[in-house]
């Protein structure tokens, strides 16, 4: 899941999503964080976006 973060000091109007100043969106939809990197927000340095990295499952022991 990523993780959201305006760090710009107004807030962001995201389609049917608005983040107020310093808020951090934690467990956002990776597919809807990666169509948002290619936005002006992103580009401006004002949502930053963090996207975890996937975690394999261990293999069971025998």
């Known amino acids: ?4 973060t305006n760090t710009s000091s107004h807030p962001l109007v995201l389609a ?3 983040i ?6 934690e467990d956002f939809d990776d597919k809807a964080a ?3 990197k ?3 927000f992103v580009e401006a340095g004002w ?3 963090e996207v ?3 975690v ?3 293999a069971k022991a025998k």
């Open 52 to 54: 975890a990295e996937p």
């Open 47 to 49: 949502l930053v976006i």
């Open 16 to 18: 049917d999503l608005t």
């Open 38 to 40: 290619d936005s002006l």
């Open 1 to 4: 899941m990523a993780t959201l």
């Open 34 to 36: 990666e169509d948002l």
């Open 20 to 25: 107020q100043p310093g808020e951090v969106i």
């Open 56 to 58: 394999e499952p261990k």
